[in-house]
């Protein structure tokens, strides 16, 4: 299945009848808070399979995941991927490196978070990010409140460092 700029894989709270294999592209996922307040808390891509949290035992979307740039997707009926978990002693071990290659992104991430300067952060996450853009800028994939989210900056700190980098 292909998915364009914008297009949702999945909303928050829903059922999770599906598991996603992500064969190329990169999403961003937000969670919509009580309060009304939106957050970006996630960034996944290729070669993961999502949502992270029902890897092992079924359960709803914590938040909703919209692709960036065109993307593949392989959707997994959740049914067949858990009885294929209890059938296959080996795709424990496949859901053990999936896991395992989120934590060290998460790991990635938290040192991109306490690097130095402001400035520094978000250049390790522009850089980061072309890996996955094809080249296209990180202002036309996120917007300054999602990139200061994902760096631990106020917008406007972002929109400062933008405008001095120009």
Same mark, same amino acid.
């Given at each position: 299945?292909?998915?364009?700029?914008?297009?949702?894989?999945?909303?928050?709270?829903?059922?999770?009848?599906?598991?996603?294999?992500? !064969?190329?592209?990169? =999403?961003?996922?937000?969670?919509? !808070?009580?309060? *009304?307040?939106?957050?970006?808390?996630?960034? =996944?891509?290729? *070669?993961?399979?999502? #949502?992270?949290?029902?890897?092992?035992?079924p359960? %709803?979307?914590?938040?909703?995941?919209i692709?960036?740039?065109?993307?593949?997707v %392989?959707?997994?009926?959740?049914?067949? /991927?858990?009885?294929?978990?209890? %059938?296959? #002693?080996?795709?424990?071990l496949?859901?053990?490196?999936?896991? @395992?290659?989120?934590?060290?992104?998460?790991? @990635?991430?938290?040192? !991109?978070?306490?690097? *130095?300067?402001?400035? %520094?952060?978000?250049?390790?996450?522009?850089? /980061?990010?072309?890996?996955?853009?094809? *080249?296209?800028?990180?202002?036309?994939?996120?917007?300054?409140?999602?990139?200061? @989210?994902?760096?631990?900056?106020?917008?406007?700190?972002v929109?400062?460092?933008?405008?001095?980098?120009?």
């Open positions: 299945m292909i998915l364009h700029k914008g297009e949702i894989l999945f909303r928050q709270g829903d059922d999770g009848k599906y598991l996603y294999r992500v !064969h190329s592209g990169l =999403f961003k996922v937000t969670r919509l !808070h009580e309060n *009304g307040n939106i957050i970006l808390f996630n960034v =996944f891509y290729a *070669g993961e399979v999502v #949502p992270h949290h029902s890897l092992i035992s359960k %709803e979307t914590h938040g909703t995941a692709a960036l740039v065109r993307s593949e %392989e959707p997994i009926l959740a049914s067949d /991927w858990y009885r294929s978990l209890e %059938e296959d #002693p080996k795709k424990a496949e859901i053990a490196l999936l896991l @395992q290659e989120k934590v060290r992104f998460m790991q @990635q991430r938290i040192d !991109h978070l306490t690097a *130095g300067t402001p400035g %520094e952060r978000l250049e390790l996450l522009q850089r /980061w990010m072309e890996t996955y853009t094809y *080249g296209q800028p990180l202002t036309d994939l996120l917007t300054q409140e999602e990139i200061g @989210q994902l760096i631990g900056l106020r917008r406007e700190t929109n400062r460092l933008l405008r001095a980098a120009k």
